[in-house]
């Protein structure tokens, strides 16, 4: 309610500065103290008096009732009542449709966004899978948080790019190398896939624990790779293309796109000129033939620069990285979303760029998410003990699949409906948490129709567009509120611009998440108990079918907002 909010701020200020001339109130200082109470019945937004009872030097109370009795005239947009210390205030109906519904219609998709990033650029890296792991469900995170930030970033104004920081170039790169020469073949991999590196992994993993000199071997391969040796850049290369091509299967089921992937083998020839600056400003130490960076006094372990044989380590690709993008995009912001296990490595490396002299370092972010755990149904596991994410999504899509085919198989583009609800489950029951939160991610009760689920609130849009398909060509013009659950409704989208904030400011697209079934909910109530289609009085019926519209088009963008897909039909 943030324009209501900004309007009553006015209001109450004038109000105050009237009956208190020294208090010296603003708008935006009643701004800032304004509440939702927890209880509706008393009000939409309340004003709790005892925070000003110190600068007014009077009780609550007779602040409150002092307030009131100078905010007559407002009939409008609020009425106002004092109650035990606070100013309560309900919006008007009249305001809930010149100052929410009509601003809404006329916005169409865009309510609810902002300028305010305008001429700013913000880099994202996100997703970033490492080329020869499992591409799993640990990424998740990363790659629907990722996104949604840089959604919401465009939909606030700024210029975003993303960026996919591939793990394509470390020790493990190595030991993708070592176990292919031993074990590998090609028409093999060529026909498996990903699924045929993953395998490879597995291999080299348990084998290594029987010799552990397989890791010398594979460190040895990896400081060829960055010698440029021949023969394993080309396999380097050739397992890249295979993972990039699944990627990218992943990718489009949820809709996403980078800007570019630049992974870590982009910025080997980045790295010589950060670690000359680091050894010009005295930084490095040699600590048993590694080059580090002594963080002691920082509370932190030390931040590795170079192994011994040389060879360059993940901080020292991030500080090259993060130079290149400064360069080369001028961003005002980078946010790098991973998992909370990665705090210390970026905690560390960021204190690296201070030291220095990187005086930018402070646009630089980390926004950390909790792990994933999967309960209940089975998931099929072909590496023991991770679930790829194209399997949890495969099965996903399955089931809704299985439900379509049970209760409405004529659906047209039965396909494209049912991946858009099996990965939107997925993404919708993810996102429901705060993203610092371990979660246990559970299929049945993310595929559920009921509760706050990705399927309930798709299935609530493509409601509101099967009533605006049978409403025909009736004018969307007229009416007013007669019932309460119309004017819920409108105070549920009255809400969203300032989710939309909250989201951005809290790096949180739970905020979103938990927004849609808000409105989604007051949505069906207003359904179940207000003829739309059916109502009598043309005038109702037309006022019913704009709030249909209106929350519909919020519906839609909010999803969008999380990565989720809106079909018009389910
Ligand atoms: N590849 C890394 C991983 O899977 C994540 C990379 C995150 N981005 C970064 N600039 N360090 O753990």
Same mark, same amino acid.
């Given at each position: 309610?943030?324009?209501?909010?900004?309007?009553?701020?006015?209001?109450?200020?004038?109000?105050? $500065? /009237? =009956?208190?001339?020294?208090? #010296?109130?603003?708008?935006?200082?009643?701004?800032?103290?304004?509440?939702?109470?927890p209880?509706?019945?008393?009000?939409? %937004? +309340?004003?709790?008096?005892?925070?000003?009872?110190?600068?007014?030097?009077?009780?609550?109370?007779?602040?409150?009732?002092?307030?009131v009795?100078?905010?007559?005239?407002?009939?409008?947009?609020?009425?106002?009542?004092?109650?035990?210390?606070?100013?309560?205030?309900?919006?008007?109906?009249?305001?809930?449709?010149?100052?929410?519904?009509?601003?809404?219609?006329?916005? !169409?998709?865009?309510?609810?966004?902002?300028?305010?990033?305008?001429?700013?650029?913000? %880099?994202?890296?996100?997703?970033?899978?490492?080329?020869?792991?499992?591409?799993?469900?640990?990424? $998740?995170?990363?790659?629907?948080?990722?996104?949604? $930030?840089?959604?919401?970033?465009?939909?606030?104004?700024?210029?975003?790019?993303?960026?996919?920081?591939?793990?394509?170039?470390?020790?493990?790169?190595?030991?993708?190398?070592? /176990?292919?020469?031993?074990?590998?073949n090609?028409?093999?991999?060529?026909?498996?896939?990903c699924?045929?590196?993953?395998?490879?992994?597995?291999?080299?993993?348990?084998?290594?624990?029987?010799?552990?000199?397989?890791?010398?071997?594979a460190?040895?391969?990896?400081?060829?790779?960055?010698?440029?040796?021949?023969?394993?850049?080309?396999?380097?290369?050739?397992?890249?293309?295979?993972?990039?091509?699944?990627?990218?299967v992943?990718?489009?089921q949820l809709?996403?796109?980078?800007?570019?992937?630049?992974g870590?083998?982009?910025?080997?020839?980045?790295?010589?000129?950060?670690?000359?600056?680091?050894?010009?400003?005295?930084?490095l130490?040699i600590?048993? !033939?590694?080059?580090?960076?002594?963080?002691?006094?920082?509370?932190?372990?030390?931040?590795?620069?170079?192994?011994?044989?040389?060879?360059t380590?993940?901080?020292?690709?991030?500080?090259?990285?993060?130079?290149?993008r400064?360069?080369?995009?001028?961003?005002?912001?980078?946010?790098?979303?991973?998992?909370?296990?990665?705090?210390?490595?970026?905690?560390?490396?960021?204190?690296?760029?201070?030291?220095? #002299?990187?005086?930018?370092?402070?646009?630089?972010?980390?926004?950390?998410? #909790?792990?994933?755990?999967?309960?209940?149904?089975?998931?099929?596991?072909?590496? !023991?003990?991770?679930?790829?994410?194209?399997?949890?999504?495969?099965?996903?899509?399955?089931?809704?699949?299985?439900?379509?085919?049970?209760?409405?198989?004529?659906?047209?583009?039965?396909?494209?409906?049912?991946?858009?609800?099996?990965?939107?489950?997925?993404?919708?029951?993810?996102?429901?948490?705060?993203?610092?939160?371990?979660?246990?991610?559970?299929?049945?009760?993310?595929?559920s129709?009921?509760?706050?689920? #990705?399927p309930?609130?798709?299935?609530?849009?493509?409601?509101?567009?099967?009533?605006?398909?049978? =409403?025909?060509?009736?004018?969307?013009?007229?009416?007013?509120?007669?019932? =309460?659950?119309? !004017?819920?409704?409108?105070? +549920?989208?009255?809400?969203?611009?300032?989710?939309?904030?909250?989201?951005?400011?809290?790096?949180?697209?739970?905020?979103?998440?938990?927004?849609?079934?808000?409105?989604?909910?007051?949505?069906?109530?207003?359904?179940?108990?207000?003829?739309?289609?059916?109502?009598?009085?043309?005038?109702?019926?037309?006022?019913?079918?704009?709030?249909?519209?209106?929350?519909?088009?919020?519906?839609?963008?909010?999803?969008?907002?999380?990565?989720?897909?809106?079909?018009?039909?389910?």
């Amino acid at each position: 309610m943030l324009d209501f909010k900004n309007k009553v701020s006015e209001i109450i200020s004038a109000a105050v $500065l /009237a =009956a208190y001339p020294d208090s #010296g109130l603003d708008a935006q200082a009643v701004f800032d103290m304004l509440e939702y109470p927890p209880d509706a019945e008393m009000g939409d %937004v +309340a004003l709790p008096c005892f925070k000003l009872s110190k600068v007014l030097r009077a009780a609550p109370p007779k602040i409150a009732e002092t307030i009131v009795s100078g905010l007559s005239g407002n009939d409008d947009l609020f009425t106002a009542t004092s109650a035990g210390g606070y100013i309560n205030l309900k919006v008007a109906d009249k305001y809930l449709v010149s100052g929410v519904l009509e601003v809404a219609e006329e916005k !169409g998709e865009s309510y609810g966004s902002f300028d305010f990033g305008e001429g700013k650029t913000v %880099v994202l890296d996100y997703s970033s899978p490492n080329t020869s792991k499992p591409f799993h469900i640990g990424h $998740l995170g990363t790659t629907v948080i990722g996104h949604s $930030l840089k959604l919401l970033h465009e939909f606030c104004g700024y210029n975003c790019i993303g960026i996919n920081h591939l793990g394509d170039w470390g020790t493990q790169n190595g030991k993708q190398i070592v /176990a292919f020469k031993r074990w590998g073949n090609k028409e093999e991999v060529e026909a498996k896939g990903c699924d045929g590196l993953v395998e490879l992994y597995v291999k080299f993993h348990e084998e290594a624990e029987k010799d552990p000199s397989l890791n010398d071997e594979a460190r040895a391969e990896f400081k060829k790779m960055e010698e440029h040796d021949p023969e394993n850049i080309e396999l380097w290369k050739w397992f890249l293309d295979i993972s990039l091509k699944e990627y990218k299967v992943t990718y489009d089921q949820l809709g996403i796109t980078f800007d570019h992937y630049l992974g870590e083998s982009f910025y080997t020839d980045k790295m010589p000129a950060q670690v000359q600056l680091l050894r010009d400003k005295g930084l490095l130490k040699i600590d048993d !033939g590694a080059s580090i960076v002594d963080l002691e006094e920082y509370g932190m372990p030390p931040c590795l620069i170079l192994k011994k044989d040389g060879s360059t380590l993940y901080p020292t690709r991030d500080i090259a990285a993060a130079v290149y993008r400064k360069n080369t995009f001028n961003f005002d912001k980078c946010i790098y979303v991973t998992s909370a296990g990665q705090s210390l490595h970026f905690a560390q490396w960021f204190k690296v760029m201070e030291l220095m #002299g990187y005086d930018w370092v402070g646009e630089l972010s980390h926004v950390p998410y #909790g792990t994933v755990s999967i309960g209940g149904a089975k998931l099929a596991t072909r590496t !023991g003990n991770v679930v790829l994410l194209k399997d949890l999504f495969a099965q996903a899509i399955e089931k809704v699949n299985a439900v379509i085919e049970e209760k409405n198989p004529e659906l047209e583009d039965r396909d494209a409906v049912a991946e858009a609800v099996g990965v939107g489950a997925v993404v919708f029951h993810y996102l429901y948490n705060s993203r610092i939160k371990d979660i246990n991610f559970i299929m049945d009760n993310a595929l559920s129709f009921e509760g706050a689920t #990705g399927p309930y609130a798709q299935y609530t849009y493509a409601r509101t567009c099967s009533i605006l398909e049978k =409403a025909g060509d009736t004018a969307l013009a007229g009416g007013n509120i007669t019932m =309460a659950e119309e !004017g819920d409704l409108l105070r +549920a989208v009255a809400k969203f611009p300032e989710r939309v904030l909250q989201a951005m400011d809290d790096s949180e697209p739970s905020v979103i998440t938990r927004y849609i079934i808000e409105l989604a909910t007051a949505f069906n109530r207003f359904y179940h108990n207000c003829p739309i289609n059916t109502a009598e009085d043309a005038a109702v019926k037309a006022f019913r079918l704009r709030l249909t519209k209106v929350c519909g088009n919020v519906l839609k963008t909010a999803l969008g907002l999380i990565c989720i897909k809106a079909p018009k039909k389910i």
